[in-house]
């Protein structure tokens, strides 16, 4: 059964920083690129970051560009999210997500999901 875990996840006040880490298990981790989405209330799940199965190559949506970066380690099952210079806006549910073979932008190709972290940044 193949199971992906979010941490990391609180409140924190605009500036500041949250890691958030997804682990992943009962698959063969290095098979999936990985994604990061995020949903705020009342609005769509939108995608923010993706890494590929090898960690070379990483995608980000342009409004965490140069404040998130997505990392894995494929020795550990994990991809991790390091968030800084968090803005009020970035307060949402984030997702990690795996899609065998390549990433997508689109939250529909993927074929797994975590429960969801809860990300606050208060102004």
């Known amino acids: 059964q193949v199971q992906l875990v979010e941490s990391g996840g609180g409140l924190v006040r605009t500036g500041g920083s949250l890691k958030l880490s997804c682990a992943v298990s009962?698959?063969?981790?290095?098979?999936?690129?990985m994604g990061w989405f995020r949903q705020a209330p009342g609005k769509q799940r939108e995608f923010v970051a993706a890494?590929?199965?090898?960690?070379?190559?990483?995608d980000y949506i342009e409004s965490v560009k140069g404040r998130f970066t997505c990392s894995r380690d494929n020795g550990k099952n994990t991809v991790t999210l390091q968030m800084n210079s968090l803005k009020p806006e970035d307060t949402a549910i984030y997702y990690c997500a795996a899609a065998l073979g390549s990433w997508y932008r689109t939250w529909d190709e993927y074929d797994y999901w975590g429960q969801g972290t809860q990300v606050t940044v208060s102004s």
């Open positions: 009962g698959t063969r981790f290095i098979s999936f690129a």
């Open positions: 890494i590929s199965w090898s960690g070379a190559d990483t």
